[in-house]
């Protein structure tokens, strides 16, 4: 299997995207955020994505070049239509938005409608609380999602994925979650690596609990069981159903629609700026206190650290800039395939890949 380094990966990306007629910009924004995704571990929603993007492309749920659009504005808040262009390209533009906003009032909410997928979440409040702002990100899914109620055996709700950032002297906390028991990438992952899932994430069409990532993709579908799975998955649930009050219906990408492309998204934002909040030397050291707070925890028998929200995908990230990523042989075989329909060489990268 080819093993590429983070410049292979956005290469990759941005070739094919290009091919594709992504305009330039937009195309270098996707590959940003997916070569970044692939680095800190989250193949989920890395390169193995852009097979589904181009044919959304192609199927014209994904409207290349839409514009952003800002629909409601105020100091503190803003309503934007990404008009079904690439999610990444709407919440990068909404972030910075947010950010101009929040500098001046303090506080800034921006709500995102008609996106497409924004892909991994903590990347956008990391860099929030990396230039000083808590962060708050959460997204639905407004049409038929992957994941069924509690109790329930059919697909109601998308997977609805929360993160939380806030800045820290040793680089920020970051919370990134689905409210589900898994994302679906990382079910696709499982399925292109011929690999089962953890008992509890996911049930067949027939409501029966299973461990093949097949018995989501194959009819009678299945569906991805809320967080908590069968025994506690109601707190997932409740998370899932509010982030679909606050992501859908504010942001008017609404609920149970039928009527708009695959992919799409409605998207909360709201940052903090922490100076405007407190001094800053103030709210550093109460962080730095808490960590140690934690770290200093006695530890359960076989448990060598206690780690932070986000800690654990910088270490993969120096992991994975040293050595590279190793890409699923299913996954290399789909975006060569891809390659070839596009007319474009990924030469560039096996050549060079280990």
């Not at 504005?73 to 262009?85: H, K, L, Q, S, T």
């Not at 906003?101 to 929030?128: E, F, P, W």
């Not at 027939?206 to 908590?228: C, E, R, V």
Request: aromatic residues 6%; charged residues 20%.
């Amino acid at each position: 299997m080819p093993v590429l380094n983070q410049s292979q990966l956005f290469d990759v990306a941005n070739t094919l995207l290009s091919g594709a007629g992504v305009p330039a910009e937009d195309a270098k924004i996707v590959a940003q955020e997916l070569s970044d995704a692939n680095i800190v571990g989250h193949d989920s929603h890395g390169i193995m994505r852009l097979m589904q993007y181009v044919d959304f492309i192609r199927d014209g749920h994904v409207k290349i070049g839409g514009e952003f659009e800002v629909v409601r504005n105020a100091p503190a808040f803003a309503v934007v239509d990404g008009n079904f262009n690439f999610g990444q390209v709407t919440a990068r533009k909404g972030l910075a938005l947010g950010i101009e906003k929040a500098q001046s009032a303090g506080t800034a909410t921006i709500m995102m409608r008609n996106c497409n997928h924004v892909g991994r979440l903590g990347a956008y409040t990391q860099d929030a609380a990396n230039r000083g702002f808590a962060a708050i990100m959460a997204v639905n899914a407004p049409g038929p999602g992957g994941v069924a109620p509690f109790g329930g055996m059919e697909r109601r709700l998308g997977t609805n994925p929360i993160s939380m950032s806030g800045p820290s002297i040793n680089g920020p906390l970051v919370l990134d979650m689905t409210t589900s028991a898994t994302a679906e990438g990382k079910l696709r992952v499982a399925k292109q690596s011929g690999k089962t899932v953890p008992d509890g994430m996911i049930i067949d069409g027939h409501g029966k609990l299973s461990t093949d990532p097949n018995a989501y993709y194959d009819k009678p579908y299945g569906s991805i069981l809320p967080l908590g799975g069968p025994e506690l998955g109601h707190k997932g649930y409740g998370l899932s159903v509010m982030v679909d009050v606050f992501c859908g219906m504010l942001s008017g990408s609404g609920v149970c629609r039928t009527d708009l492309p695959r992919g799409a998204n409605g998207v909360w934002l709201h940052l903090m700026d922490v100076e405007q909040f407190l001094p800053r030397d103030e709210y550093d050291e109460w962080m730095s206190k808490y960590v140690s707070h934690l770290k200093d925890c006695p530890r359960l028998p076989g448990v060598d650290e206690i780690l932070l929200p986000g800690e654990l995908e910088e270490r993969v990230k120096q992991q994975r800039s040293a050595n590279g990523v190793e890409i699923p042989p299913e996954t290399w075989r789909q975006i060569s395939e891809l390659a070839a329909s596009l007319n474009v060489s990924l030469d560039f990268a096996t050549d060079s890949s280990s």
